[in-house]
């Protein structure tokens, strides 16, 4: 599994615009790309996936932008992952619909069982894991310092 820039970007920007959402008005992807120093335009191709999935919503014309669709403690970042277009498949046996399509060893490989565990350990992260998490793991490093 290799996260594509996509996903890399599309969780940066999520964590920023929850991080932001605090001053309740929409936030532009021009305040976001500048904080994160990614491409506007590119974010606005991931933003609307995040849109189109229902995550984030958007508001027009001056003063516009995006702001959460979703409470905090609502949005996983599996959400996140899978509204971007990436898969946490491992390897593409992992896929057990798919097995027997793309590997003839399948019956007899004890390898494949393995990848498919490690798989449903990584989803079942992802799932698990929300923006809240990310937020008061901050704001308790913040309190550290």
Not at 56 to 80: C, H, Q, W
Request: some cysteine.
């Amino acid at each position: 599994m290799r996260m594509t820039t996509r996903g890399l970007y599309g969780l940066r920007a999520i964590l920023t615009l929850a991080e932001l959402s605090d001053e309740q008005k929409p936030v532009s992807l021009q305040r976001i790309a500048q904080i994160e120093g990614l491409s506007p335009e590119f974010l606005q191709q991931i933003f609307y996936k995040l849109r189109k999935a229902g995550i984030v919503k958007a508001f027009r014309g001056p003063g516009g932008g995006f702001s959460l669709n979703k409470k905090l403690n609502e949005i996983s970042t599996y959400d996140i992952l899978f509204a971007v277009g990436e898969t946490l498949e491992i390897v593409p046996c992992s896929i057990e619909k798919n097995r027997r399509k793309i590997c003839p060893n399948c019956n007899f490989c004890d390898a494949g069982d393995f990848w498919i565990g490690m798989e449903r350990t990584i989803v079942e992260y992802a799932k698990s894991t929300y923006l809240s998490d990310f937020l008061h793991r901050a704001r308790a490093l913040l309190k550290q310092a």
